[in-house]
């Protein structure tokens, strides 16, 4: 189904969001005074997956092999832009303080970057009529019309790909070794300015592949899928037993 857009200037996709960055953005995000936060989820990895199962070589591109206690498993860490109330880069007028050089995540909103999954309206920010004016933003066959977003997409998913073991190493010299199951949640963690920036700057001018002897944790709010984990080797333990204050573990589940 083809869809029209055209942004009506609400504002309401510059407001308390964990924005997604490169290791580039992030950096120039830290420079300009703001806050990074660091989630990291693990999924399950026993054996790779058939050479047509799109989904899963995506979530394979994005993230980096690991093991969990018997079991391997793969880690995708993001890093995200944390701001509450409006984005410290949002003028009084709602335009954007930074938009030549705003992160790519903007530049591609409210496009999905994962090819596996479909663009719709009702889960967006954006209010009705930017559905209902404006030129064509997706055509029939699900291609993005304007070059600009379909450029952003690439360099967007590109990252995520290019950038999945230069995050191990930053999680490594982080000290971070604790994920959520993915689809289920995610480990938040709140490192200092001071420690991300350092971290960051080794992990991309001394970049290596991860050592990968880090033993990971699997963090669940959920008592079975924790049993579930540890039958198949892995060390796992419930998110209500997470101690300290830079880390929290963020359920994507509704109501849990």
Not at 13 to 26: D, N
Not at 150 to 173: N, S, T
Not at 233 to 243: E, N, P, S, Y
Request: proline share 7%; hydrophobic share 40%.
């Amino acid at each position: 189904m083809s869809l029209r857009f055209a942004c009506t200037m609400c504002g309401r996709c510059c407001h308390s969001l964990r924005l997604p960055l490169s290791v580039a953005e992030a950096q120039a995000w830290l420079e300009d005074g703001g806050e990074v936060e660091v989630f990291c989820e693990a999924i399950p990895w026993p054996e790779e997956p058939a050479p047509d199962n799109g989904p899963a070589w995506h979530k394979r591109k994005r993230s980096f092999a690991a093991v969990s206690g018997h079991l391997p498993v793969r880690v995708i860490v993001t890093l995200v832009a944390a701001f509450d109330g409006a984005c410290p880069n949002l003028r009084a007028d709602m335009g954007c303080g930074i938009y030549e050089r705003r992160p790519t995540a903007c530049r591609v909103y409210p496009a999905e970057v994962n090819p596996f999954v479909a663009l719709e309206p009702a889960q967006k920010l954006c209010p009705p009529e930017a559905w209902t004016s404006g030129g064509l933003f997706q055509d029939d066959q699900g291609h993005w019309t304007d070059p600009g977003v379909a450029d952003a997409i690439q360099r967007r998913r590109g990252d995520d790909y290019a950038e999945a073991e230069a995050r191990g190493v930053l999680c490594e010299r982080l000290g971070i070794h604790e994920a959520g199951l993915s689809n289920e949640g995610v480990i938040v963690y709140a490192p200092s300015r001071e420690s991300l920036r350092e971290a960051l700057k080794d992990a991309t001018e001394t970049y290596k592949t991860p050592a990968g002897h880090v033993d990971w944790l699997l963090v669940s709010h959920r008592l079975r899928t924790m049993w579930l984990l540890e039958s198949a080797g892995a060390r796992a333990t419930q998110a209500a037993d997470l101690a300290g204050a830079d880390r929290r573990f963020v359920s994507f589940l509704q109501g849990e």
